[in-house]
């Protein structure tokens, strides 16, 4: 299995979609998926380039948001294509963030046992880390992305033009995925990002092409997730993961909560993995200066979060694997974090 086949970050790349998508399937048909949102701005442009290059595409438009991530909506989106006339010989485009990546991949994943599957992603969160790595999902009443597949997309066509519409608050998540990737593998990026200005659409096309290696490259150790290399990718997120619950997913995006995660992980990493406090101080800064939360609300329910790790973690004898980092660009699991430690590093935050 390979995490993704073919890759291109580039600005412009709308208008040459159709032939690239024809270059690598020779195809006729096609869904492309997307939301509310991203739809009415790129939606037109996408079809043009797929007709233009003999595919004969639909368009499934479903409502921005999580809520729409959801299998009831997968199967709405299979009988449109059903109904659509689209057989086995056809494949599927997800336009969007990481909510559509997900969806979309989840139904090209099951649709007739499996259809290739094109992402265009149109967050920097799903451009850095959602649209790499071949999961694809959908959430359920209980909880996130508890239904899914591995199941890679064909092509991945990352266009830094399309993040210009991107709200701000949307782009500054996509630095928290960033910055993890940096602390467990790649200090010298981590150093880059300190003195990062936003500016011109080639460096940002670095940071992607940069991101895209660190978390292949994690991933191809361990495409599965089942050797524990891949959980490396899990940095901040054991408390960034329950931020997001205890704020009923409203509170902070993915990103934010993740921030704050990285933080309390750092704290743990100074306890348990002999991080110098230098260095937690310098990871913290770094999170603000990116305009990313490094602090709690004070009236934020902090023993929800506990909960939400308990509901979240297996502890074992009180103890739970958790992603530490003994110095920047370096991570591993620890064994030996204990439910107070994660206790102490909340009441922290
Ligand atoms: N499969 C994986 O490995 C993986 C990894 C990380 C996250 N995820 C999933 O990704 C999702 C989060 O991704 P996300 O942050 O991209 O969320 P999202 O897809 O919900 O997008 C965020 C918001 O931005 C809007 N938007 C997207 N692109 C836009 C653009 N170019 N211009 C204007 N608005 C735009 C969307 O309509 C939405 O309202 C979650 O469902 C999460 O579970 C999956
Ligand atoms: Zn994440």
């Not at 790349?13 to 949102?37: E, H, P, Q, V, Y």
């Not at 910055?179 to 011109?200: E, T, Y």
């Not at 290696?213 to 490396?232: F, M, N, P, Y």
């Not at 306890?271 to 230098?278: I, Q």
């Amino acid at each position: 299995m390979h995490s993704y086949r073919v890759l291109v970050v580039d600005s412009g790349l709308m208008a040459r979609l159709g032939n690239s998508t024809r270059k690598f399937l020779r195809r006729k048909t096609c869904a492309i998926i997307s939301d509310s949102n991203v739809a009415p701005l790129f939606a037109d442009r996408v079809k043009k380039s797929l007709t233009l290059a003999g595919v004969r595409p639909i368009l499934i438009t479903i409502p921005a948001g999580e809520k729409s991530k959801t299998l009831n909506r997968a199967g709405t989106i299979c009988d449109r294509m059903i109904v659509a006339g689209l057989d086995r010989q056809s494949f599927v485009v997800g336009l969007g963030g990481g909510m559509i990546g997900d969806i979309s991949g989840f139904v090209a994943a099951v649709y007739h046992r499996g259809v290739p599957h094109i992402q265009i992603p149109t967050t920097l969160l799903a451009m850095v880390d959602s649209s790499i790595g071949g999961k694809t999902g959908v959430d359920t009443r209980d909880g996130k992305n508890l239904i899914g597949a591995f199941h890679p997309p064909s092509l991945v066509i990352d266009d830094v033009d399309l993040l210009k519409t991107l709200p701000r608050r949307q782009f500054i998540q996509g630095f928290a995925e960033i910055i993890k990737h940096a602390i467990i593998a790649d200090a010298k990026m981590f150093r880059m990002l300190q003195s990062w200005k936003a500016g011109p659409a080639p460096a940002l096309q670095r940071l992607i092409k940069r991101n895209i290696q660190i978390k292949s490259r994690i991933v191809a150790k361990d495409e599965r997730d089942r050797t524990g290399q891949r959980a490396l990718l899990n940095f901040g997120h054991t408390v960034g993961h329950a931020i997001e619950r205890a704020g009923n997913y409203r509170k902070f995006l993915h990103g934010e909560a993740v921030s704050l995660g990285i933080v309390a992980a750092c704290a743990i990493s100074v306890k348990r993995a002999g991080l110098p406090t230098d260095q937690r101080a310098t990871i913290i800064d770094l999170l603000a200066r990116l305009g990313l939360p490094t602090r709690l609300p004070h009236t934020f329910p902090r023993k929800k979060i506990l909960d939400a790790v308990k509901f979240d973690k297996k502890f074992e004898e009180g103890k739970v694997r958790f992603v530490v980092t003994p110095r920047i660009g370096t991570a591993r699991i620890a064994q030996d974090v204990t439910l107070d430690d994660i206790r102490e590093a909340v009441k922290q935050l």
